[in-house]
């Protein structure tokens, strides 16, 4: 069984910066692409962006293109989300997932992490 633990969340003031990190356990998710997801209160689970295996891939929802950053280092078994310019519509709890390609991973993931808060203020 493998397990996701997000970690980084917090509060931000608008335009200020905030780095999640994504940490695995009880296998690999080396071979795994990686992505993350946020809810924020009344909305569904969006999807924000994706990684392949390799990290030679990227793929990002357009309400944070040029402002977020997905990456991934397989030795820590760690993915992460750089996020900047933050504005208080990011405000949500960001999910980590991993699934089989990166087309799975954005649509159907098999694994999620419990969720971190962001909130961002005016």
């Known amino acids: 069984q493998g397990q996701l633990v997000e970690s980084g969340g917090g509060s931000v003031q608008a335009g200020g910066s905030l780095r999640l990190s994504c940490a695995a356990s009880g296998r690999t998710f080396s071979s795994y692409a990686m992505g993350w997801f946020r809810q924020a209160p009344g909305k569904e689970r969006e999807f924000v962006a994706a990684i392949t295996w390799s990290g030679d891939v990227t793929y990002y929802a357009d309400s944070v293109k040029g402002r977020f950053t997905i990456s991934r280092d397989n030795a820590k078994n760690t993915v992460y989300l750089q996020m900047k310019t933050l504005k208080p519509e990011d405000t949500a709890v960001y999910y980590c997932?991993?699934?089989?390609?990166?087309?799975?991973?954005?649509?159907?993931?098999?694994?999620w992490g419990q969720g971190t808060q962001v909130t961002v203020s005016s």
């Open positions: 997932a991993a699934g089989t390609t990166i087309a799975d991973v954005a649509i159907s993931p098999t694994y």
